[in-house]
């Protein structure tokens, strides 16, 4: 390993997902010496459907990962609405938004994120953060890994560890002061191929009230498949196996052969995602020279579909700002959260306002769905949704919004 100097300051990213793995190659273009740990005892490779919007692509790309980044949407590609008698309608896919992402898998970033990370770059697994003390001029961080532990000094601590993240934790208070739920579960796993029907190219959603089912198809790749309902006790979801869980929130009603391959491919999984619906609210990022960035700071949730693109766009930031800031960790903290807070307060709004296209809460909202769909092909009404991605209701209004959402 090459050595570095002793004059570089020295970073702890805790987390080696997406906003890890970016954080550290944005702080080590700049100079900085950044070491990452990591919980789990080595990389996870996992990881379902994501959309890489224009705000992920532009920091993917200063980044230097949008190259090595695939674009998996099936060319001729279409979405149906299809219920449990088998019967088909046009649907709403992300290919049908005015703004459409490039769609990819989860692990897709996060291999082309640790390609491009420094080999120098220093990567402990299985290692934790246990206690974190700052004073003026750094940050005392006990580390523990194989029964032992270790305390080092670092002039800036990042927690990249997730919705619940054990930094926010140590340094911040507990979860349940900042994660708010949303009422609702998901589920997701690899489908072998094409279930129900469906030709390789084509995409499918059951939508039904309370509870709503998604298959995302790929160019190259076998499709996945998403699971979200409403409940209103989400402690009791987490009895149980999650698959029996799921399939009794999709009970009692025969499944019909779309939602029945389905779930029986959840039920055989060896890897799947099983969790609740839930967002990080806080009201600063950083405290000292401790600072959260991705889901750990501001998750918008899955309904956003903004998770990768703001997690690349705020470690990109993080590192302009402290470059610029050379000699003010703290100054940069703030200048790059008061820069990227509005953007992530729009996000969280999406995010609450969203789930009701991702899992419609009554029968209306079904029936609307074809609606929807034709008037996002219309050029008047397209724009208009166009200009409301752009951030058209002011923050105020939309930290009201999140507010009345619980």
């Not at 944005?26 to 740990?37: A, D, K, M, S, T």
Request: proline share 7%; net charge neutral; glycine share 12%.
């Amino acid at each position: 390993m090459t050595s570095l100097s002793s004059s570089r300051k020295r970073a702890l990213v805790v987390g080696l997902g997406v906003s890890g793995i970016a954080t550290a190659i944005g702080l080590r273009r700049i100079g900085w010496e950044p070491v990452i740990v990591e919980r789990a005892p080595g990389r996870r490779s996992g990881g379902y459907f994501v959309g890489l919007f224009g705000a992920g692509q532009a920091a993917a790309r200063r980044l230097g990962i949008l190259d090595a980044l695939p674009d998996r949407s099936p060319p001729g590609g279409i979405t149906y609405t299809v219920d449990r008698a088998g019967v088909r309608r046009p649907g709403v896919g992300f290919g049908d938004l005015p703004v459409s992402p490039r769609t990819m898998l989860r692990g897709d970033v996060e291999r082309a994120a640790f390609a491009a990370l420094p080999h120098d770059v220093e990567i402990r697994y299985a290692t934790t953060p246990t206690h974190i003390e700052q004073d003026a001029s750094g940050a005392e961080v006990t580390l523990e890994h194989d029964g032992g532990s270790v305390t080092e000094r670092y002039d800036l601590v990042v927690g990249a560890d997730g919705l619940r993240s054990t930094v926010r934790r140590l340094v911040f208070g507990p979860h349940d002061r900042y994660l708010h739920r949303l009422g609702y579960m998901i589920a997701a796993t690899m489908l072998p191929g094409p279930v129900g029907g469906l030709s390789p190219h084509e995409g499918a959603s059951l939508l039904e009230p309370g509870r709503a089912m998604w298959v995302f198809p790929f160019a190259d790749h076998p499709p996945t498949v998403l699971f979200s309902y409403r409940t209103d006790d989400v402690d009791a979801e987490f009895t149980g196996r999650p698959a029996e869980r799921v399939r009794a929130a999709y009970g009692p009603q025969p499944t019909g052969r779309l939602l029945g391959e389905a779930l029986d491919t959840l039920d055989s999984a060896d890897e799947f995602l099983f969790d609740s619906v839930e967002q990080s609210r806080m009201d600063a990022w950083s405290h000292g020279r401790v600072v959260l960035v991705g889901d750990s700071a501001w998750c918008p949730s899955l309904y956003a579909a903004m998770g990768i693109s703001a997690g690349l766009a705020g470690a990109d930031l993080l590192a302009g700002m402290l470059h610029r800031h050379p000699g003010d960790i703290r100054g940069a903290l703030r200048a790059w959260e008061a820069q990227l807070r509005p953007h992530m307060t729009y996000y969280q709004a999406d995010g609450v306002e969203q789930r009701y296209f991702f899992t419609p809460d009554n029968q209306r909202q079904v029936a609307l769905r074809p609606l929807m769909g034709h008037s996002l092909r219309l050029p008047v009404i397209g724009n208009a949704l166009r200009s409301l991605r752009s951030g058209s209701k002011s923050i105020r209004e939309r930290e009201r919004d999140i507010a009345h959402a619980g």
